[in-house]
Nanobody, 119 residues
């Protein structure tokens, strides 16, 4: 069973920074793509950043402020968030597309970590 566990959320003032981390554990063949999504109250979950073998992509609203990175040796993905704005307040979810030991690909999600930005 594959598990994703996020950490690093919290309460921060506007203009501040946070670093979110997500660790993937369990039995699997390899991790394909990884990403971060967020869901604000009353809104749909949206993709924030994704990292693949071809590079990184970001939502327009976070370009220049968020940076996604990956440590393949540790099976982790990080999201560095700078210049936080109140509209960044949301639950942030880690996501991974993982190939299991039977060579089947599946999508897995973490439990989410709350980021709250005060003005």
């Amino acid at each position: 069973q594959v598990q994703l566990v996020e950490s690093g959320g919290g309460l921060v003032q506007a203009g501040g920074s946070l670093r979110l981390s997500c660790a993937v554990s369990g039995r699997f063949f390899r991790i394909n793509n990884m990403g971060w999504h967020r869901q604000a109250p009353g809104k749909q979950r949206e993709l924030v950043a994704r990292i693949t073998s071809d590079g990184t992509t970001y939502a327009d609203s976070v370009k220049g402020r968020f940076t996604i990175s990956r440590d393949n040796a540790k099976n982790t993905v990080n999201l560095q968030i700078n210049s936080l704005k109140p509209e960044d307040t949301a639950v942030y979810y880690c996501n991974a597309n993982v190939r299991n030991i039977y060579y089947n690909d599946g999508e897995y999600w973490g439990q989410g970590t709350q980021v709250t930005v005060s003005s």
